[in-house]
């Protein structure tokens, strides 16, 4: 099973940008489809899909609120995920999780994974 440790997250001014780390140990990443996830900290909040890669990297597909501010991205020599994230608002506050699962991810618009990591929070200041 592949373990998996967020980072990256912090403090950060609306109109800014994070750049969130999601490292593997245990298995090869590249064996593996990648995504992450958000929870907002409200009562009620779920947790909702952010953004998800392929094994590949070929294929990758993201929630309507983050598209084309967000970006992921995958290293297989650092076994090493990315979230790039722009023009953060207070909306974007939230723990971020990183998961994987076997299956590959094909575009899906609620892909479910199935191994998670701790999470990092991120909170966006206006």
């Known amino acids: 099973q592949v373990r998996l440790v967020e980072s990256g997250g912090g403090l950060v001014q609306a109109g800014g940008s994070l750049r969130l780390s999601c490292a593997a140990s245990?298995?090869?990443?590249?064996?593996?489809?990648m995504g992450w996830f958000r929870q907002a900290p409200a009562p009620g909040k779920e947790r909702e899909f952010v953004a998800a890669i392929s094994k590949s990297g070929g294929t990758t597909g993201y929630a309507d609120s983050v598209k084309g501010r967000f970006t992921i991205s995958r290293d297989g020599a650092k076994n090493t995920g990315y979230l790039q994230m722009n023009s953060l608002n207070s909306e974007d506050t939230a723990v971020y999780y990183c998961?994987?699962?076997?299956?590959?991810?094909?575009?899906?618009?609620?892909?479910?994974?199935?191994?998670w990591g701790q999470g990092t929070l991120v909170t966006v200041s206006e």
């Open positions: 245990g298995r090869t990443l590249g064996t593996h489809a």
């Open positions: 998961a994987t699962r076997s299956r590959d991810y094909w575009g899906e618009a609620n892909p479910q994974f199935e191994n």
